[in-house]
């Protein structure tokens, strides 16, 4: 696990200098493994599913998300931004329609595995 650590570190003024570059160009790009899965629903998330997800299910290699959420339990609109092992939720009102919203960036990554974790994060869909 350290190791992996101290390799991250190596990593970063490289990333950093990648930084703009990324920006500019669509997300959907392959940049030296780096891949991004969007995720987007019309029905609500279960805060508790959402909450099980970052705390069991997300994977590893995923180092910076962020999304707009919509949670069954609350009126508001919610912000959401990881990187790293830290993650925040904002709240803020709903301006538009409601929706579900997200990109997850990181290092090959599962794409399929992580939209359908995300899938079952639908308060609608069924306990498997």
Request: glycine residues 4%; charged residues 25%.
């Amino acid at each position: 696990m350290h190791a992996h650590h101290s390799h991250e570190h190596s990593h970063h003024s490289h990333e950093h200098s990648h930084h703009s570059h990324e920006h500019s160009h669509d997300l959907e790009n392959n940049i030296e493994g780096f891949t991004s899965v969007s995720f987007e629903c019309l029905e609500p998330f279960s805060l508790r599913r959402f909450q099980n997800f970052l705390d069991n299910q997300l994977s590893q290699n995923v180092f910076r998300a962020k999304g707009i959420l919509w949670f069954e339990e609350s009126e508001r609109k919610h912000i959401f931004h990881l990187s790293g092992k830290r993650f925040s939720l904002d709240d803020e009102d709903w301006k538009n329609e409601k929706s579900n919203r997200i990109v997850l960036i990181g290092k090959n990554l599962n794409h399929q595995v992580i939209k359908d974790q995300l899938d079952f994060c639908r308060s609608t869909s069924l306990d498997k």
